[in-house]
């Protein structure tokens, strides 16, 4: 029986498409696998009769090169896809492909500055780097946006950083051309071996390398560096518009932003959250009290071991009975079965974290 391809894309870009797979040794411009525009945006291939269809194939759509391979809304890498038995017809959509090798447009990308390479921060008595990534027309509007403050700086964008990068820049720069990316990024560099004490609330470390100070941290991130921002660049400063992000021991604080600070940072980023080190935050969640429509986006890897996805759905829990208590929360979960605890997959989801905390979507 006939097999056709029937593939829906953005039109308007004159690269050819073909179809590679393990049919044909996944060469990327086989002319026997091109397709053809039928009508603007749709595109179409009757797979070669002479050739034997196998009954179980993987497969990807290519623009002549691996460097111009398809992707998914955000940029991310995509699965092969699969075929059980292929008969008839396959309706594919392709949302997004990547071109020399980006999968973003360089026009987009935020533009990053130093706020301060010394920062003081008096609650601490420490000081510590400030970068800020301002949306690509900051410098050519009036307009005020919409702030996140991501913990582990070192790691956000720099693609030398020693545990890798999450690449925001480049993830920004997607949601920007889709029109999501009107908002501030203020990223606070770690404090290297403070950086467990301070992503820490206030207690002993079960681990014994101190005391928890995330009690100050958090009081310096509010009370410090917050009006700062505020007073320096043209932000939307109200706790609808003001989030808080990180992960690991960095989601860990990001989550108790939330719960003690929901009048100041309204969404929070919680990605594979080191609760593990910290018992007490299903207690202090439970008697969570919110100031403001609070909004938490929860993530974790099945892969990442200490009872990841076991401690999230304790908070999920916790969350959905809060929930019914105060319309004023709201959450999301989402588990990667096979997630690990790497900036990689951090920068994947951030800009699904950013659609739904800001945009709703």
Do not use: C
Request: aromatic share 14%; net charge negative; no cysteine.
């Amino acid at each position: 029986m006939s097999l056709t391809f029937e593939l829906t894309t953005k039109s308007g870009d004159d690269r050819p498409i073909y179809i590679a797979g393990t049919f044909n040794d996944w060469k990327v411009a086989d002319e026997r696998f091109r397709f053809y525009e039928s009508s603007p945006g749709l595109y179409r291939l009757d797979f070669p009769n002479d050739l034997e269809k196998p009954w179980i194939f993987e497969y990807k759509y290519v623009r002549g090169d691996w460097s111009e391979v398809e992707v998914d809304d955000f940029g991310n890498r995509t699965h092969n896809r699969r075929v059980n038995h292929p008969v008839g017809t396959i309706y594919d959509e392709v949302p997004r492909w990547r071109r020399n090798g980006q999968a973003f447009n360089s026009d987009f990308l935020p533009k990053i500055r130093m706020v301060d390479d010394n920062f003081y921060m008096p609650q601490l008595d420490t000081h510590r780097k400030i970068m800020i990534l301002l949306p690509h027309n900051y410098d050519h509007t009036n307009q005020h946006y919409p702030v996140l403050y991501m913990k582990d700086g070192q790691n956000l964008y720099d693609k030398n950083a020693p545990f890798g990068t999450w690449g925001i820049d480049e993830k920004i720069a997607i949601l920007a051309e889709r029109g999501m990316g009107d908002f501030i990024v203020v990223g606070v560099d770690h404090g290297n071996d403070k950086r467990i004490n301070e992503y820490t609330p206030a207690n002993e470390l079960p681990i014994g390398i101190g005391h928890g100070e995330g009690t100050k941290y958090l009081d310096f991130m509010v009370h410090t560096l917050k009006p700062h921002i505020d007073q320096h660049y043209r932000t939307l400063s109200d706790a609808a518009n003001t989030a808080f992000g990180g992960s690991s021991m960095g989601g860990l604080i990001s989550h108790y932003a939330a719960l003690y600070h929901s009048d100041t940072f309204s969404k929070v980023m919680v990605f594979s959250p080191s609760f593990w080190i910290y018992p007490d935050v299903y207690k202090e969640t439970r008697e969570f009290e919110p100031k403001s429509n609070t909004r938490f986006f929860l993530f974790g890897g099945a892969k990442e071991g200490s009872n990841m996805v076991e401690n999230l759905f304790e908070i999920r829990n916790i969350l959905q009975n809060k929930q019914q208590q105060h319309q004023s929360v709201n959450f999301k979960l989402v588990i990667d079965p096979n997630g690990t605890h790497t900036e990689s997959i951090w920068g994947r989801e951030f800009p699904k974290a950013i659609s739904w905390l800001f945009y709703g979507q």
